[in-house]
Each structure stands twice: as C-alpha cells, then as structure tokens.
C-alpha cells in the first residue's frame, strides 16, 4: 500500500522574546518592533494609532542611531506643548472613542485601568481620584496604544520575556525620594522574576512593567524558537554598566522539519502550562462537565486523581496541561465552575516525538494512525480514536477490532515500505 502522509499542518504562531539587556520603557519596547521591521514602515502604524487619540500637537519620532556599538532605533514622544491634566476617566474615554482595532482598544484600555488601579492603592485614593501626571499621561498613552497597535500589526499571538533588571538606589519623586525599584513598578511586578541588576538607577518603568505584564504568556529564557527579525530599542539614559537598550526577537516556536525518504514528519519542542487545583468539595457531576468544557476550550490534557486532603477528607486533584496562550479561558472556567479557591501554575519545557499521520485502510473505512519518531527512529503508533469510533458505530464492530487492525495494517505498509 502506498503511504499517504497527512503534511497539512496549521502556520506556527508568530512568538515575540523580549530580551531585557538594560530594563524596559514603553519607548524602548515601541523602538525595538520599529527597529525590527524597517521595510514595514511600522512608523506609519504608530502614527495612525497615535492620530486616533486626537491628543493635539503630539507626534513620536524613531531615529536610526548606535548605542554603545550597537545599531538601534531610538524613539521620542514629543507633546506639542502643555497636556491638560487627566485621571484616568479621561484617558480611558480617549481610547474608547479612538478609531483602534477593537482588540487593541480592549487590551489597551485594561492595561490602563489595571495602572490607575495599582496608583489609586499605592496612594490610598479612589481610582477616579488618581492623576497620572502631564506628560506622563501622554507619555503612557502613546506607549500603551502604540505597543499593542504594533503587536496587533505583526500578528504576534504568544510573547515570552526574560527575567526584568529594574535598578537599584533612589528616585526622587513628586512626593519626595524613594526606592528603586519605583513602588509602581514592582506592584506591577508581583509575581514575575526581577534582579536588581548592576545600575544604581530606575531601568525598567512603570510603563515598562505595565507592558510586559500584560502581554507576556511566559517567563523565563529564550523560548525554543526560530528567529525571523530581531531589533534594538534604546532608551534615553546613559547608563554605567552597559548599553541601554532592549533586545526583541520575533519568530516561530521551535519546529524542526525531518524527512524520511519522500515523507515529512515534525518535531516540535516546546513549552507548556501546567494549571493544578485540589478539591474536595465538588461533585463527580460537576467534575466531569467541567473536565468537558475545559477540553472542548483548548486543552492539551484534563486529569482527576484522588488525592487524601486536610482533616483526612477524600478529594480530587485536578491537573491542566494547556498551551500558555490557552491560559486565560481554562483559567475562567475552572473559578466558574468548580469550587476551588486558587490554582497553581507553573511553564514547564516538554519533548515531544516527531511525528506524522498516515492514513490505512480497514473493513468499513479509512483510519488515520499517528506515527511517532525518536531521534530518527519509530517508536510508537496509534489509531485515531475518533476514526475508530466512526468505523466502529457505521458498521457493529468492536472498537478494539478495528484499532488492531489499523495498527496492523500499518505495520504491513512499514514492512513493505522497509520503515
């Protein structure tokens, strides 16, 4: 029988790094997408998302320059002038009314809110109370909108950046000096890997840690990728130790195509998310559904294991391997519908075989076999179940009959092939 590889794949998802060097800033961040795609005139992108605010007199301005050595793209916002004073009603009303493609609007407008939120209880003030300042408002807006314009422009669906350098000595302040990292930053921080690193100053800002909190799906190292543009963003400090400048590598999660004679197989190694709550106080009824929705929402892998818990209650441990992009809506609907309180999570590195399909023949239809290979070599095949079942339903045979056979209609075709 003539194999039939099964080579119609979906395009790996765009994965932007960021590689903090020095620290981050809004500026910094904006620079290095800009400096990362010069043919795509992204300069025009960001001044129409900054055109949209209708923010009179205010412009940016990308030069070429070097940095210590290195090439990069050095960006400048220029306000036009005295800004008039606004809290963050104002701010948020500007970009609801803003011509933005809704889903910058929406991340946009979060990250906004999530800042004046984490002002209004640094200071102990309502939130409607909280004043960003003149051209520190502009500042942020440009930052905010123009960094999730570019993103929105490239496509880029997952991001992953390295641990966060944020300085250390003191920064004076409007209301006198304090520590570094700023309260701000390191409220947005919370929960995310930061050094001090070797400056005696503020490296990454508030804005920065807004933007890199809310986009990353990952933490760590340079994710397995395959790098297809890279860009230098440079801030406006000189610093002591280094270069200031802020590294962005744009590309494709790590997918390494193998042939085998006239057939393809992939490889992938990648990252995955790994949620975990213990309950002990839920239903097999409601175990069960939820273990449903979560599957039917993406879900690599739902598990229940019984677990012994405190006061020697018997319980479940639930256990979601997800892709880190997927992170979100498992995440709501564990809360809605089981009655944990919290979830662990944790990014774990995963091997995965290489791998392809192949279609075989059996009594009653055709049945996808997925074939997986370790360093070159076959090691494992299995039917696809869902084939299986529609054979099994459309013509009363037992659904293990049918999966040996296509296991040993496989087999044959291997022989015969000499695989």
């Known amino acids: 029988m003539e194999n039939q590889t099964d080579q119609t794949k979906s395009e790996p ?151 966060v350098p944020v300085g250390q000595g003191r920064l004076r302040t409007e209301h006198g000096d304090v520590g570094i990292p700023a309260p701000a930053t390191l409220a947005l921080l919370e929960g995310v890997p930061v050094s001090a690193g070797p400056e005696s100053s503020e490296v990454t800002t508030p804005t920065g840690a807004l933007l890199l909190t809310e986009a990353a799906d990952t933490w760590g190292g340079m994710p397995p990728m395959t790098p297809r543009a890279v860009g230098y963003g440079a801030g406006h400090r000189v610093l002591e130790h280094g270069p200031n400048l802020l590294r962005v590598v744009v590309g494709k999660p790590a997918e390494t195509t193998i042939e085998f004679g006239e057939e393809t197989v992939v490889r992938g190694d990648s990252s995955c998310l790994v949620l975990e709550a213990a309950i002990d106080d839920a239903t097999p009824e409601v175990l069960g559904f939820l273990q449903s929705r979560l599957l039917a929402l993406g879900a690599l892998d739902v598990y229940l294991a019984p677990v012994l818990m405190k006061k020697g209650r018997p319980g479940v441990e639930l ?4 892709r880190p992009e997927d992170e979100d809506p498992l995440v709501d609907m564990i809360f809605v519908e089981s009655t944990t309180f919290g979830l662990r999570r944790r990014v774990s590195g995963r091997h995965e075989l290489e791998r392809r399909t192949e279609c075989v023949s059996v009594r009653g239809g055709e049945v996808a076999v997925k074939i997986g290979y370790w360093k070159g070599v076959e090691v494992t095949c299995s039917p696809e179940y869902e084939d299986c079942r529609r054979v099994a339903e459309e013509t009363g045979r037992s659904l293990k009959e049918i999966m040996n056979e296509a296991i040993t209609a496989r087999e044959s075709a291997g022989s015969m092939d000499g695989t």
């Open 13 to 163: 998802r765009t994965l932007l790094y960021v590689d903090l060097w020095a620290g981050a800033a809004g500026d910094m961040l904006l620079a290095a997408l800009l400096d990362a795609f010069p043919e795509q005139n992204l300069e025009r992108v960001l001044t129409g998302s900054i055109a949209a605010l209708n923010l009179q007199g205010v412009r940016v301005l990308a030069e070429r320059g070097v940095e210590k050595g290195f090439a990069c793209t050095r960006l400048t916002v220029e306000d036009g002038g005295r800004q008039p004073r606004r809290g963050p009603r104002e701010v948020l009303a500007l970009i609801r009314t803003a011509a933005l493609p809704g889903q910058v609007r929406e991340r946009s407008l979060k990250a906004l809110d999530r800042l004046a939120r984490v002002e209004a209880d640094l200071h102990g003030v309502p939130v409607n109370e909280v004043h960003f300042h003149e051209l520190g408002a502009v500042d942020t807006m440009v930052d905010v909108v123009g960094f999730f314009s570019l993103v929105h422009e490239l496509g880029i669906e997952r991001v992953a950046v390295g641990p």
């Open 319 to 322: 256990t979601v391997i997800a």
